[in-house]
């Protein structure tokens, strides 16, 4: 169990849907990161949060935004949902200053 | 711009034999570097790390991999698959001096044949 919770576990939703996806990082963890893992783009960064602001920017769309609040915990949104958004959402915390990532089970996405 | 280069998508091997799953790197900083293995329907899950000091280090579940600066490699190796080894493997960069996000490798597909 890396520490790192993520809900809900699957999705099912339209095309032009918007959804929100959830992400507590393990205890003490600032930073949560964001990753989508599909079947064309493989796994790829999306967004980094820090203490609740914004510090890294990835191949994010226009559609996804993302916030962390003040109990650190993350939500991912993803907006005007289309077929290709379908795919496996992960969200990782690091531990020690090494940056080592643990990941959360994931969310995945169906969109339909 | 970094990037991971995985060779062989999938890898079949014999229950016994040896493993090798290979990852090259391309970095201009000193990297970090990281072996997942991702079971299926479950998260990753991380076997092991490279930050600096000894460039052979070893993981879990007997997993081991080695540093080589000269050939911008870091090979999976295990010396003995088991059944539940098969798995989807991913090798990851991050830059020293950024926001350590990863960068994953396409991953390689362990088949483990009995």
């Known amino acids: 169990d890396s520490g790192v919770t993520q809900t809900p576990k699957h999705l099912i939703t339209a095309t032009g849907q918007r959804v929100t996806l959830r992400c507590s990082p393990r205890?003490?963890?600032?930073?949560v990161y964001w990753y989508q893992q599909s079947l064309d783009q493989g796994l790829q960064f999306l967004i980094q949060?820090?203490?609740?602001?914004?510090?890294a920017k990835g191949n994010i769309l226009e559609r996804f935004s993302a916030q962390q609040f003040p109990d650190l915990h993350s939500e991912l949104n993803l907006s005007s949902l289309e077929l290709g958004d379908s795919a496996l959402y992960f969200c990782?915390?690091?531990?020690?200053?090494?940056?080592?990532?643990?990941f959360g089970p994931g969310t995945r996405l169906t969109v339909t | 711009a970094q990037s991971v280069t995985q060779l062989g998508s999938h890898v079949s091997v014999s229950e016994g034999a040896l493993v090798l799953l290979r990852c090259n790197y391309s970095s201009s900083v000193p990297p970090y570097l990281f072996w997942y293995v991702q079971y299926p329907n479950q998260g990753l899950q991380l076997l092991l790390k490279?930050?600096?000091?000894?460039?052979l280090v070893k993981g879990i579940n007997g997993f081991e991999a080695e540093f080589k600066k000269s050939e911008t490699s870091f090979h999976l190796t295990k010396p003995s698959a088991h059944m539940s080894d098969a798995a989807e493997y991913f090798c990851a960069v991050t830059r020293t001096d950024s926001s350590y996000k990863l960068i994953f490798g396409s991953g390689t597909r362990l088949l483990v044949r009995p």
């Open positions: 949060y820090y203490n609740g602001e914004e510090r």
């Open positions: 990782a915390s690091p531990r020690d200053t090494h940056n080592e990532q643990y």
């Open positions: 205890s003490g963890d600032l930073s």
């Open positions: 490279y930050t600096t000091g000894a460039t």
